[in-house]
């Protein structure tokens, strides 16, 4: 459900490159080391070649 709206509201793109192929659902978190939370802010589209840069640290994304 979450993934099919994230899909839907950035038009079936990538977030990152705007690219329509093989989209993965990411989800967006905002950390505060000091206080020790975690909030979570948002699942956005990623290509699995944006999404993988992600995870590998060559890559960040803002969230909107």
């Known amino acids: 459900m979450e993934k099919e709206k994230c899909y839907k509201k950035n038009n079936y793109l990538c977030y990152a490159c705007c690219s329509d192929k093989f989209l993965e ?3 967006v978190y905002k950390y505060d080391y000091k206080k020790g939370e975690v909030k979570f802010l948002e ?3 990623l290509c699995h070649k ?3 840069f992600i ?3 060559y890559l960040t994304v803002c969230p909107k």
């Open 50 to 52: 944006c999404h993988m």
């Open 55 to 57: 995870h590998s640290g």
């Open 43 to 45: 699942v956005i589209p």
């Open 25 to 27: 659902a990411h989800e």
